[in-house]
């Protein structure tokens, strides 16, 4: 093996560049996207339009126009029921991202147009339903009311919260509740489904609304595709609960692009208040 020696000992090896481990995306299709250039594009995949789940933020800057107000930021998850698993809740709450909570509120405009908005967010703790993002979109809804506007509810959540029990459960009744208020007294509530959107949240407030809008591919429904499976015994359909899927079937209104949201939400508004 003298042949595999190297003759100049004084060669060394260079170092290997480090990439950055988040500057290429795999969509679900499979294809692999700069994210650079993911991001020019409002984080939506150019092969097959799959929407990537977004912050609370960058929707702000699609929707809103530049002025608004931020709501209810007092408002934050506790660990009410001293809830203890492999991780505690408190823990588990002090490890997530910057955000304060599994919502955010605010009181802006489109074009002009006054609306309030909540926007639910899947990187807090998979944007489940807990008692403090019940009470934040109940109190955006009586704000709604109050300022006699409409209301939009974007949802991104995994359902209920199970550090928070059957409190987590009472705030999808909740909700409904201060929503059939609000649908009373003849305001309009238009919600947003995105990727995902999935448990109790579909099962209540994100199916209640006058107008439904979902994002291309988004992932809506109420149990997974597995327990349907198995429950029914029977196969189901490639799309089962995609947004295209439930278009067809008459259970939402409109399917929109993301680069086309504000414009969209503007026309609705236009025309119904």
Not at 68 to 76: C, H, M, P, S
Not at 149 to 173: D, N
Not at 208 to 223: C, M, N, R, V
Request: charged share 25%; aromatic share 10%; glycine share 6%.
């Amino acid at each position: 093996m003298n042949w595999f020696t190297r003759k100049d000992k004084n060669i060394q090896n260079s170092a290997k560049k480090e990439l950055p481990s988040d500057l290429w995306k795999k969509c679900n299709c499979g294809e692999i996207l700069y994210s650079p250039e993911l991001e020019s594009a409002n984080f939506i995949c150019h092969h097959c339009s799959f929407h990537f789940p977004i912050s609370s933020q960058k929707y702000i800057d699609i929707i809103l126009d530049d002025e608004y107000e931020v709501l209810f930021e007092n408002i934050v998850s506790t660990d009410i029921l001293n809830f203890k698993a492999n991780k505690s809740y408190e823990d588990i709450l002090k490890d997530v991202p910057s955000n304060k909570e599994a919502v955010d509120c605010f009181y802006g405009s489109i074009n002009d147009k006054k609306i309030v908005i909540s926007i639910m967010n899947f990187k807090f703790i998979g944007g489940s339903m807990g008692s403090a993002v019940g009470e934040k979109i109940s109190k955006a809804i009586n704000f709604a009311s109050e300022k006699n506007c409409p209301l939009i509810i974007l949802c991104q959540s995994g359902g209920a919260r199970m550090q928070e029990g059957a409190l987590s459960l009472m705030q999808l009744s909740k909700i409904s509740t201060h929503l059939a208020k609000f649908a009373k007294k003849g305001g309009l509530y238009i919600s947003i489904l995105t990727y995902p959107t999935t448990g109790g949240v579909t099962a209540s407030f994100g199916m209640q609304a006058d107008i439904t809008i979902a994002e291309p591919k988004a992932l809506i429904g109420f149990a997974g595709q597995r327990v349907i499976k198995q429950t029914t015994n029977q196969e189901l359909p490639d799309d089962f609960q995609t947004a295209e899927f439930l278009l067809e079937k008459g259970f939402i209104d409109l399917v929109v692009d993301r680069n086309n949201l504000k414009d969209k939400l503007d026309n609705i508004l236009s025309i119904l208040k």
